[in-house]
């Protein structure tokens, strides 16, 4: 994918919206448990990848790992945008007003077990179960060493465990 | 069924709208909506930039655009920082307020486009103006394809533009007939502007204040008919004793 980007960035990027975008949208849904700030911090983390790869050179598409970049950009913009809530995308696609909120199997239930997880754990189960991404790249996204990653994916599912047990 | 598996399924599909709200906000597609006009339903479109063309809301207006400008087109509401000001622009033949994306223009032809933008209401300049504004008084020919390639019509106001001896010209939009009809709404006359070019009448002088213009200069309009002196020259004009209008600024 990063060869397609560097070799025709315009022709290339719809496919990698199409490709990074499921995921992207589903981890963010999930972490924020809301449509509408998925959809915008989907749109923006694509918007400001599109702007940055413009500005790539050879040797930075040879070093890039598309998904952790990504998904670093798109824990950036959502601590901003927790910030800055009134902020609105600038351009609102017609075809999606009146668009059904799609859902997941058992949405609303798990967007309530995750709120008993705190923000880092969140990040790392989603990020690691549901996203599907590796331990490594996960420290690459987040900042944080691999062994925290792994302490707070350990420590996010023993908690999820429990939550889900109280519920039967 | 274990917890990992059941987080793995978490994961859908892409909801509708989000490809296409980073297709337009990549600038990758431009946006369109449409709008009423004084010559009918048209199509304007945009991206980040500002206003990128206006065309008739006919049939094929997203090949004709395609085919200019080397973009699909979707639908979808404008920047709402400036995207209320569309109607006004149009309705006013002006861009005001209005970003215009004339990225694709070269720079002379923005610059040109630019001044046919500051061409009042209700008033006409010929081709040799605008090259003449622009410092390029021997580029008339120059403007006269830019203006037919003027890629927002109404919005900037190409109709007001004329032919050099004072003939009505062409319309890129729709046809001479949109032109025609788009002065009368403005309230100039055209057949009045026929009837000057066919008598060779440049420009207008006020023989109390020695002042002349463009016959539709707002200053010669205002002018007791008593007063005013056809000149079939701006020579003949400065010959008679008369100077150059500072509002319209039809040359030596």
């Given at each position: 994918m990063t060869r397609s980007l560097a070799a025709d960035l315009d022709g290339a990027f719809p496919a990698l919206v199409q490709s990074v975008g499921p995921r992207l949208y589903w981890g963010l849904r999930r972490m924020s448990g809301d449509h509408q700030e998925?959809?915008?911090?989907?749109q923006e983390t694509f918007i400001r990848a599109y702007r940055a790869l413009g500005d790539f050179d050879r040797a930075r598409f040879d070093e890039l790992r598309l998904?952790?970049?990504?998904?670093?950009?798109?824990?950036?913009?959502?601590?901003?945008?927790?910030?800055?809530?009134?902020?609105?995308?600038?351009?609102?696609?017609?075809?999606?007003?009146?668009?059904?909120?799609?859902?997941?199997?058992?949405?609303?239930?798990?967007?309530?077990r995750f709120t008993a997880l705190s923000a880092n754990q969140r990040t790392a189960v989603i990020l690691r179960h549901a996203v599907g991404m590796g331990i490594n790249?996960?420290?690459?996204?987040?900042?944080?060493?691999?062994?925290t990653v792994k302490a707070d994916i350990h420590r996010g599912l023993s908690r999820l465990k429990l939550v889900m047990e109280q519920e039967q | 069924?274990?917890?990992?598996?059941?987080?793995?399924?978490?994961?859908?599909?892409?909801?509708?709208?989000?490809?296409?709200?980073?297709?337009?906000?990549?600038?990758?597609?431009?946006?369109?909506?449409?709008?009423?006009?004084?010559?009918?339903?048209?199509?304007?479109?945009?991206?980040?930039?500002?206003?990128?063309?206006?065309?008739?809301?006919?049939?094929?207006?997203e090949q004709r655009f395609s085919e200019r400008h080397g973009k699909s087109l979707l639908r979808a509401e404008p920047p709402s920082l400036w995207g209320t000001h569309i109607?006004?622009?149009?309705?006013a033949g002006t861009p005001g307020k209005l970003p215009i994306d004339l990225s694709s223009r070269t720079p002379f032809q923005g610059q040109i486009l630019r001044i046919a933008a500051s061409i009042p209401r209700g008033e006409v300049r010929p081709y040799s103006w605008l090259a003449r504004e622009a410092s390029r008084p021997g580029a008339a020919r120059a403007v006269g394809s830019t203006m037919a390639r003027n890629p927002v019509p109404l919005i900037i106001p190409c109709h007001r533009v004329v032919r050099s001896d004072g003939s009505i010209g062409e319309y890129s939009l729709g046809g001479v007939h949109n032109k025609w009809d788009l002065l009368t709404y403005e309230g100039v006359q055209p057949a009045r502007l026929v009837e000057l070019a066919g008598q060779h009448v440049r420009v207008q002088g006020n023989a109390s204040t020695r002042i002349y213009c463009h016959p539709t200069c707002r200053e010669i309009r205002r002018s007791k008919p008593e007063h005013v002196v056809d000149f079939t020259s701006t020579a003949r004009a400065r010959s008679a004793g008369f100077r150059p209008c500072e509002h319209c600024r039809p040359g030596d």
């Open positions: 998925a959809e915008d911090l989907t998904v952790p970049w990504l998904w670093t950009i798109a824990l950036n913009l959502g601590r901003n945008h927790l910030r800055n809530r009134s902020r609105r995308p600038t351009f609102v696609e017609m075809a999606d007003h009146g668009v059904e909120d799609q859902e997941t199997p058992d949405s609303k239930a798990w967007d309530k790249e996960i420290s690459e996204t987040t900042g944080r060493p691999e062994g | 069924m274990n917890i990992e598996s059941q987080l793995s399924q978490l994961i859908a599909g892409l909801p509708e709208g989000i490809a296409e709200g980073v297709a337009l906000g990549t600038g990758l597609v431009d946006g369109y909506d449409l709008y009423p006009s004084p010559v009918g339903e048209v199509v304007v479109t945009f991206n980040l930039d500002g206003v990128s063309s206006v065309d008739l809301a006919t049939d094929g207006f109607p006004d622009a149009i309705e």
